[in-house]
C-alpha cells in the first residue's frame, strides 16, 4: 500500500532564517505530487505541483519554491522565512490517471516568529 | 476559474442524527470530478467520497452520501447516523477533467458532534 511521509511534524523559524519541508511516497512511481498550505482556519492553497522529476509548476508567486530530486521526493524551500509563511504544510499525491484523487502526508506546522 | 463555496463555516449536530454539508461550484466545464475530504483534529487530510459529474447516480460510501445536482452546480455531504469520529473540518473540492489535476478546494466547514 501506499503511504506518504512528511518531516518535520514542526517547526519553529525565526524570520529571515532558511526554510526545508520534505516529503516523501511509498508504494507508488511516478506520482503527481503537489504542495498546500493552510493557514488558521482557512482552506487549502496550492503552492506548487510536480508530474515528475525536474518538472515543478508553480501556483503562487513568493519567495518559496519547490525541487523534486527524486521520483518520489518533494522538498518545499525558502531561502528567507517571512512571518507570513507562518502555517500547516500539506504535502499529497495523486496517480497520474483516472480519479487524480489526492492522498495528503500528516502535515508540517511551521511557525515563523 | 473554478470556485468552490461552502456557505456554512460551523454546523453541529446531535450523535445519532443526520447532517447536511452543502457545497456549491462554479464552472463553464461539463465534465469534472467532485470530491468531499474530511480534516480530523490530527488535521491529516482524508478522502470521504467522490463523484464524477458526467454519473447522475449519487455517490454512497457506508453512512456518507451525496446530493449531486449538477445543473444547479451544488454537491452536498450528507453524513447519517453521526459518531463523534465523524467531528472534524470537511471540505468540498473540484477538479476539472480537461488534463489539469489540480484541485481547488472550498474554505471547510467545522462539524461539532453533540453527544
Known amino acids: 500500500s501506499q503511504t506518504i511521509h512528511q518531516w518535520p511534524a514542526t517547526l519553529v523559524q525565526p524570520v529571515g532564517s532558511p526554510l526545508s519541508l520534505e516529503c516523501t511516497v511509498e508504494?507508488?512511481?511516478?506520482?503527481?505530487l503537489y504542495w498546500y498550505r493552510q493557514a488558521a482556519g482557512r482552506g487549502l492553497q496550492l503552492l506548487f505541483y510536480s508530474v515528475g522529476i525536474g518538472q515543478i509548476s508553480s501556483e503562487v508567486p513568493q519567495n518559496l519554491s519547490a525541487s523534486r530530486p527524486q521520483d518520489r521526493q518533494f522538498i518545499l524551500s525558502s531561502k528567507k522565512l517571512l512571518l507570513s509563511d507562518s502555517g500547516f504544510y500539506l504535502c499529497?499525491?495523486?496517480?497520474?490517471?483516472?480519479?487524480?484523487?489526492?492522498?495528503f502526508g500528516p502535515g508540517t506546522r511551521l511557525t515563523v516568529t | 476559474a473554478q470556485t468552490v463555496t461552502q456557505s456554512q463555516p460551523e454546523m453541529s449536530v446531535q450523535e445519532a442524527e443526520t447532517v447536511t454539508l452543502s457545497c456549491t461550484y462554479d464552472?463553464?466545464?461539463?465534465?469534472?470530478?467532485l470530491f468531499w475530504y474530511k480534516q480530523p483534529p490530527s488535521r491529516q487530510m482524508i478522502l470521504v467520497i467522490r463523484q464524477e459529474a458526467y454519473k447522475q447516480q449519487n455517490a454512497t460510501e457506508n453512512r456518507f452520501s451525496v446530493n449531486f445536482q449538477k445543473a444547479a452546480k451544488s454537491f452536498s455531504l450528507k453524513i447519517s447516523d453521526s459518531q463523534l469520529g465523524d467531528a472534524a473540518m470537511y471540505f468540498c473540492?473540484?477538479?476539472?477533467?480537461?488534463?489539469?489535476?489540480?484541485?481547488?478546494f472550498g474554505t471547510g466547514t467545522r462539524l461539532t458532534i453533540i453527544p
Open positions: 464552472t463553464s466545464e461539463s465534465d469534472y470530478y
Open positions: 499529497a499525491w495523486s496517480v497520474g490517471t483516472g480519479w487524480y484523487e489526492q492522498y
Open positions: 473540492a473540484y477538479r476539472s477533467d480537461f488534463g489539469n489535476e489540480k484541485l481547488t
Open positions: 508504494g507508488t512511481s511516478n506520482p503527481n
